[in-house]
């Protein structure tokens, strides 16, 4: 079989998705005209969580100028 070549990260790409995923989740949680459920809430709030170790995690990347392993 043929090898596939492998892709290089876009880490860009991952700070901007981060990004939007931590503005939408917090104009989410600051615009609540009512209470959701508990599962909800906790949801929303992981979703912030990851939204920001991965941006961080990227801003980093491309701050260190990473280059794939291999």
Excluded: F, H
């Excluded at 880490?11 to 009512?34: H, M, R």
């Excluded at 906790?42 to 979703?47: I, N, P, Y």
């Amino acid at each position: 079989m043929a090898e596939r070549a492998r892709r290089k990260p876009n880490w860009t790409l991952q700070a901007i998705l981060c990004a939007g995923v931590v503005v939408w989740q917090s104009y989410d949680l600051a615009t609540a005209v009512e209470a959701g459920s508990t599962a909800l809430l906790a949801l929303q709030w992981v979703l912030l969580a990851c939204g920001l170790i991965g941006g961080v995690g990227a801003l980093v990347m491309l701050a260190r100028g990473a280059q794939p392993r291999g």
